[in-house]
């Protein structure tokens, strides 16, 4: 018969795992007899079970805080959670790209360009980025149709302040100067009169404001001005009279003035040219030159033809301000594209060399990537004749086409316009979606908004009028002038019209009206060419 220490044996020799190891330990504590080491394995073998499953205690498991990116993942039982919030990982780990967040090079910055519309866009530019670049950037991210004439402007509310910037100016450079507790900010819009005085010279320098400062009998046209400035850097003068506002004073004075190319001057003795009549008044160098908006409430001025001049590195302030006012918008912008030019001299021929030249650039991409694709999938057809015919000759193609889309649109036009006999002739709304249509704004409105983009012969705009029920006025620039035609609609044959000269010419609708004014004048002063156009962004 096997003793007890045999039985115990044999039972240590079935436990495995920990329950061995506590035993030992166990019994290593002990000191007992016999009986008293009996026990104690009783009671430790008591929960052994033949048919129980182990038992298995959940231990801590130590993770490495470096793990290497390239090392093998380890096996783990647990399944791969995926990650609920990809929004906020960094864009190259995560799919989602935010446009708010910073790209990975640190030598960008984030300015803010508002619509003229006061809705805002971030944008994420490198410290070298010019106004041109800003754009361009903008011109792609709104999906403007138009990619020319766009600029860049500075506006201070507060002040009535605003210049167009040049399209070699840093971005950067010229928010640096700002204020940080004022309210200026830069807004993207159209600008037709930037370079337009290298197009037009006589319309932007009348021949009585310009003299030669070494020659007084010799004469110079605006041609020749723009020459010499060009080719040997030599700038004649602009002189005239102006309205001074005289510092911490509400009264205006009359002053003389002449613009050299070494600065600004003003006469002490009527418009005499004495070296001791003659005081510096600025030095073109450290100073930019900015139209005022609503002069006559801010500073009392006596004509709405205000503009200023501010040392060009310090932040605005009311006592730097040197505000001048001109007769009319001929000499005022006659002042202001002077000041420009003679301050940035050829740079600003090299501006408008380049946007002639990206301009060329575009027509002739889109001329080629239009007659490839009508190439290699569309044929002008010609089904006049009894039987087809294919067009070959491309400027007969694009004639048809053309003419193709106006039958298309006049058809649609005369379905609005036939007589109903419960109700009047329908009003065709084809305008509505032209970029030219402005709705219910007002006349100072519509002036306001011209003067901004540039008052360039040919810019127009229609919107509804004020005054007249289902009227509409052609609001448009001639000479530096805004000019408005009231457009009438009228009833002919139960078909509704449109006319500007008491029912001469009629139109069925205003998207005709306008397509008739860009090829004839009519009784217009010169042919439609430029919409005044407001973008969104």
């Given at each position: 018969m096997p003793s007890d220490d045999t039985k115990l044996t044999d039972h240590m020799m079935e436990v495995d795992g920990p329950w061995s190891e506590e035993f030992d330990s166990e019994m290593g504590e002990k000191s007992g007899g016999a009986d008293t080491m009996l026990g104690s394995s009783t009671l430790t073998l008591a929960p052994l079970v033949v048919d129980s499953p182990p038992i298995r205690?959940?231990?801590?498991?130590?993770?490495?805080?470096?793990?290497?990116?390239?090392?093998?993942?380890?096996?783990?039982?647990?399944?791969?959670?995926?990650n609920p919030f990809p929004e906020l990982c960094s864009p190259s780990k995560s799919p989602v790209l935010i446009n708010s967040l910073p790209p990975q090079s640190s030598d960008k910055h984030l300015i803010k360009v508002y619509g003229e519309d006061s809705h805002g866009r971030s944008l994420w530019v490198s410290l070298e980025a010019t106004a041109r670049e800003v754009c361009q950037m903008l011109v792609q991210t709104a999906h403007c149709t138009d990619q020319e004439n766009w600029a860049l402007l500075e506006l201070h509310p507060t002040l009535g302040l605003e210049r167009c910037l040049e399209d070699h100016e840093v971005?950067?450079?010229?928010?640096?100067?700002?204020?940080?507790?004022?309210?200026?900010?830069?807004?993207?819009?159209?600008?037709?009169?930037?370079?337009?005085?290298?197009?037009k010279p006589m319309l932007f320098f009348p021949e009585c404001m310009i003299s030669d400062s070494a020659d007084i009998s010799k004469g110079m046209t605006s041609s020749d001005l723009i020459q010499n400035l060009l080719k040997s850097g030599t700038c004649p003068e602009i002189q005239g009279f102006l309205h001074l506002k005289e510092p911490s004073r509400k009264a205006w004075k009359k002053v003389y003035f002449f613009l050299r190319r070494s600065g600004l001057y003003c006469s002490t003795k009527?418009?005499?040219?004495?070296?001791?009549?003659?005081?510096?008044?600025?030095?073109l160098q450290d100073l930019n030159v900015y139209t005022v908006v609503n002069s006559r409430k801010l500073y009392g001025a006596p004509s709405d033809f205000t503009f200023c001049i501010k040392p060009s590195r310090n932040p605005v302030r009311t006592q730097d301000l040197k505000i001048l006012c001109a007769e009319n918008e001929q000499i005022r912008t006659c002042w202001t594209s002077a000041f420009r030019l003679f301050k940035h001299g050829k740079q600003l021929h090299c501006n408008y060399q380049?946007?002639?030249?990206?301009?060329?650039?575009?027509?002739?991409?889109?001329?080629?990537?239009?007659?490839?694709?009508?190439?290699?999938?569309?044929?002008?057809?010609?089904?006049?004749?009894?039987?087809?015919?294919?067009?070959?000759?491309?400027?007969?193609?694009?004639?048809?086409?053309?003419?193709?889309?106006?039958?298309?649109?006049?058809?649609?036009?005369?379905?609005?316009?036939?007589?109903?006999?419960?109700?009047?002739?329908?009003?065709?709304?084809?305008?509505?979606?032209?970029?030219?249509?402005?709705?219910?704004?007002?006349?100072?409105?519509?002036?306001r908004l011209m003067e901004k983009q540039g008052l360039v012969d040919g810019m127009f705009l229609i919107r509804e009028s004020q005054q007249h029920e289902n009227c509409f006025v052609l609001s448009m620039c001639h000479k530096l002038k805004t000019r408005h035609y009231l457009v009438i609609p009228c009833e002919e044959d139960g078909r509704k019209y449109y006319t500007m000269d008491d029912g001469v010419t009629l139109f069925v609708d205003l998207l005709q009206l306008v397509e008739f004014h860009q090829i004839n004048k009519g009784i217009l002063p010169v042919c439609l060419k430029h919409p005044c156009v407001c973008v969104a962004l």
């Open positions: 205690r959940s231990q801590p498991i130590a993770i490495s805080i470096n793990r290497s990116k390239s090392g093998e993942p380890s096996s783990s039982s647990a399944p791969s959670i995926p971005v950067l450079e010229v928010q640096a100067t700002w204020s940080l507790k004022g309210d200026t900010r830069l807004i993207f819009c159209k600008n037709y009169a930037k370079y337009e005085f290298f197009r009527g418009s005499s040219k004495e070296p001791r009549h003659l005081q510096c008044v600025a030095d380049l946007s002639k030249t990206a301009l060329q650039n575009r027509e002739e991409t889109r001329f080629t990537a239009c007659k490839s694709k009508s190439e290699a999938s569309l044929v002008a057809m010609d089904f006049s004749g009894k039987s087809g015919r294919v067009i070959q000759n491309p400027a007969e193609a694009e004639s048809a086409e053309m003419e193709e889309g106006r039958t298309w649109r006049r058809r649609e036009a005369m379905r609005f316009s036939l007589p109903n006999l419960n109700s009047g002739a329908k009003t065709s709304s084809i305008h509505k979606c032209q970029l030219w249509f402005h709705g219910h704004i007002s006349r100072k409105e519509t002036q």
